[in-house]
């Protein structure tokens, strides 16, 4: 079911992701309050009641994610939200959500580290989101907007895709999009909902059903583990996103998500306007990440600029997914700063500077 | 089965609740958590909830109750059980929810959540067996332990200046307004099991009524962590009992 509201409305971002949970058809909402995340929590403190449904502030992320964990497995649609401490507690939850398979949406509206570090903007969680939170050998779907319009429409993704794979996914922005606010044409969409026999309700007239994790007998959790594999594997060949931007002609790439990709277009424009041809790649799920498409579109390019509010995270994925082919150069500020477009623009022409042109590059480099 | 022809109609005294599965346990010859697992079968289906109870099983000995109790079940991470049992609660008004829990579990890392599951007076139900010692990772301190018990991480026995003091977590939650009821029952005799029964019953009841937290602490002994016999370990319960006392300790909002 999709519902569009024909008024353009200012909608903060923390909140417009709330509301857009709610319209998904969120039936329960656990959290705790943290800056900057903590208007989502409001928001749904004021509007799951409204709607009849649950809303718990937990005594944690600990515990709120542990809430969820128990909602999701009687297939309820339950989302948690937090920033990047909060987030460090709750991977002990998504480690047991992804071994016994329990489908929730984690958003986590990331500020600067490490330790309690700042309440500033940042993308520091990258490694944390995309390659491991909790314990043990699993993958969590991670999806990242660049506009509040677009993470709204990502909250109703996520759910779709947490419920179809029975895994929880996580919803990666940055500070700026949780505080700022912007224009926008709210879409919601409410995604049809699966019915699992793994759900608890009861052992009503059928046996009974355990949701856990544990299984210390190691062929069976080794026969688990490859059947989660194989899931993972699935999602890496459905659920790829990305987009691009001015990419037709473009001798250097800038790859950045969130915020970055804000800036970055701001960059490229005044980039064009000086000559340099330059193009946006833009990965929207990090995980899975779009390594092909990313290697497809750098196949002809000069060098690659990655810019994060980062010290280097995204940028590992990067040479991973071009494999030496394409120089990579890194731009990024730490600490809940942002990364200004002349700084970027300054970071592109001395890529521009030090890289060969395609003409010239060795046969292979060059279409 | 043939019954022999005594003379009189064969009766059936005592049975098998049919909540409990007919298999053998991974427990420790001696230990308790069978006792506790018979009882909770039994209450559950004398108040005919178990065809809508969903449990949350906790990290330790107890984690495979699943195994041997006939209701739908979830594996909780170490301590969360509480709140893992909110989160069924509240999206599943309907269920029966209860949390079985040891003592490392509730009464160390679950602290926090058994404490705001009391104080939220969450419409659960804990059965929290405490037997002094983490048993499943082979007997070391618990907050619970005795003062003066040797553990395998107090080789020397509990010393008070060094490892605390035995924690009276169900005497703190009792304090708390949101819990309905709170008592302490103990695997050591046939009157104890048969008084912890009537307590879970109650504890059972302070969610079947919408009165809140319920809880019933169950000391039962570990002859293999304790470094006893079966018979030892059950006789030592009399001294748990000392440092724990047995009884009622919050009955809130009954009516009549």
């Not at chain 2, 010859?29 to 289906?45: Q, S, T, Y």
């Not at chain 2, 490392?104 to 104080?119: N, P, R």
Request: proline share 7%; with cysteine; net charge negative.
């Amino acid at each position: 079911m999709t519902v569009a509201s024909p008024e353009r409305v200012l909608l903060k971002g923390n909140e417009a992701i709330a509301e857009a949970a709610v319209q998904a058809g969120c039936d329960a909402y656990f959290g705790y309050p943290i800056t900057p995340q903590a208007e989502l929590l409001e928001w749904m403190a004021r509007r799951m009641p409204e709607e009849g449904r649950p809303f718990v502030q937990a005594e944690s992320e600990i515990g709120a994610i542990s809430m969820a964990l128990g909602a999701g497995a009687t297939g309820a649609r339950v989302m948690v939200s937090t920033s990047s401490p909060g987030f460090s507690l709750m991977a002990e939850g998504m480690s047991y959500m992804a071994g016994s398979e329990v489908p929730a949406v984690v958003v986590n509206i990331m500020r600067g580290g490490p330790g309690l570090g700042s309440i500033g903007p940042a993308q520091a969680d990258y490694f944390q989101a995309v390659k491991g939170h909790g314990h043990g050998d699993y993958r969590v779907p991670v999806l990242a907007p660049a506009s509040i319009a677009e993470a709204m429409a990502l909250v109703a993704d996520a759910f779709e895709i947490a419920e179809r794979y029975r895994t929880p996914v996580i919803l990666l922005a940055d500070g700026v999009l949780g505080q700022a606010m912007e224009p926008v044409v709210p879409v919601y969409r409410n995604p049809p909902r699966q019915v699992g026999d793994w759900m608890l309700g009861g052992a009503d007239g059928r046996p009974p059903r355990v949701v856990r994790s544990l299984d210390l007998h190691p062929e069976a959790l080794e026969a688990h583990n490859d059947r989660l594999q194989a899931k993972y594997r699935t999602i890496e060949s459905r659920e790829v996103r990305w987009a691009g931007e001015r990419l037709d002609d473009a001798e250097v790439l800038i790859v950045a998500y969130g915020i970055a990709a804000r800036v970055a277009r701001s960059a490229i424009n005044r980039a064009r306007e000086a000559g340099l041809r330059v193009g946006l790649f833009r990965p929207i799920s990090l995980w899975p990440f779009p390594s092909a498409a990313l290697a497809e579109a750098a196949a002809h390019a000069r060098a690659i600029l990655v810019v994060e509010l980062s010290a280097g995270q995204l940028v590992e994925d990067v040479r991973l997914a071009v494999e030496g082919r394409v120089p990579v150069f890194h731009h990024g500020r730490t600490g809940g700063m942002v990364p200004v477009p002349t700084d970027v623009v300054e970071a592109l022409r001395r890529a521009w500077a030090i890289t060969p042109d395609r003409a010239a590059r060795p046969a292979g480099g060059a279409r | 089965m043939t019954v022999p022809d005594v003379g009189v109609p064969a009766r059936v005294i005592a049975s098998r609740p049919a909540l409990l599965e007919d298999r053998s346990t991974h427990y420790c010859p001696g230990c308790g958590h069978g006792v506790v697992h018979r009882l909770v079968a039994e209450v559950l289906e004398e108040l005919g909830v178990g065809s809508r109870t969903i449990a949350v099983a906790a990290v330790g000995c107890a984690v495979f109750a699943y195994e041997y109790l006939h209701v739908d079940f979830l594996e909780a991470q170490h301590g969360r059980a509480p709140a893992v049992a909110t989160g069924v609660r509240r999206v599943r008004p309907d269920a029966f929810v209860l949390t079985y829990q040891g003592d490392g579990d509730l009464a160390a890392i679950g602290t926090a959540e058994i404490v705001h599951a009391a104080a939220r007076g969450e419409r659960i139900t804990t059965v929290f067996v405490n037997n002094g010692t983490y048993g499943m990772t082979g007997g070391q301190l618990a907050p619970t332990s005795l003062l003066g018990q040797r553990t395998s991480s107090t080789p020397l026995g509990r010393d008070a200046r060094l490892n605390g003091y035995p924690l009276p977590i169900t005497e703190m939650l009792a304090l708390i307004p949101g819990t309905a009821y709170a008592a302490r029952g103990s695997v050591a005799t046939p009157a104890t099991i048969g008084k912890t029964k009537a307590m879970l019953r109650r504890a059972c009841e302070a969610q079947i009524e919408d009165r809140g937290f319920g809880i019933v602490e169950v000391l039962s002994n570990c002859p293999v962590g304790w470094g006893m016999t079966p018979v030892e370990s059950i006789g030592h319960l009399a001294e748990v009992a000392e440092t724990y006392p047995l009884g009622v300790l919050v009955d809130r909002g009954r009516e009549g």
